[in-house]
């Protein structure tokens, strides 16, 4: 992985801290300055009400919240909003490809139509899967790790394919292009 900054969405640290996992989080991300946006903080505050654990998520040091409230950041977060969804379901996403779009960081974004509008913008949009397994192909995190943490991670109800909870090492070689 190479050093940038890398913007949060929701589900990622919501599975991450459901699963008792932010450590390996940290361990995986560690060369990298991470941020996350106050409307994810405000879907993790919801999220804890339902799900305690989630409240570890929103106090860590080693992620700072930012706002997204410059000129630039609004506009894209309204072209973001009118392409994924409402304010109830879509804000941190839409925040997160803003930020992301306008400070030119990495995205970890689960939801899969948010990850296609990101890309179709020229975001570099990730999914929590490819974080594991890049994780691992630089020596980050050892293969019989990455697949207990996957494990662990679609046991809080991460939607992963089942192929990936199984075997991620070979989910990850059958994509075209292979993750690995």
């Known amino acids: 992985m190479s050093n940038g ?3 949060f969405d929701a589900s990622p640290l919501v599975h991450f801290a459901r699963a008792d996992e932010l450590k390996t ?3 995986i991300v ?3 300055e991470c941020v996350t ?3 994810v903080l405000g879907e993790l505050r919801r999220g804890a009400e339902r799900y305690p654990a989630i409240w570890q998520a929103m106090d860590l040091d080693w992620i700072e919240i930012v706002p997204c409230d410059e000129l630039e950041e609004l506009y894209l977060f309204g072209r973001y909003m009118n392409r994924i969804g409402n304010l109830e ?3 941190g996403e839409a925040s997160v490809l803003a930020w992301a779009e ?3 960081a990495a995205a970890y974004v689960d939801d899969q139509v948010a990850c296609n509008v990101g890309r179709s913008r020229g975001v570099r949009v990730h999914r929590t899967l490819q974080l594991v397994v890049e994780a691992c192909r630089v020596g980050a995190l050892p293969e019989c790790k990455a697949q207990q943490l996957v494990q662990n991670l679609a046991d809080t109800d991460a939607r992963f394919p089942a192929a990936a909870r199984d075997d991620l090492f070979g989910w990850a070689r059958s994509l075209e292009p292979p993750l690995l």
């Open 37 to 39: 946006t106050k409307a």
């Open 30 to 32: 560690v060369d990298f």
């Open 25 to 27: 989080l940290r361990l």
């Open 89 to 91: 379901r879509n804000a």
């Open 5 to 7: 900054i890398l913007v």
């Open 102 to 104: 306008s400070h030119s």
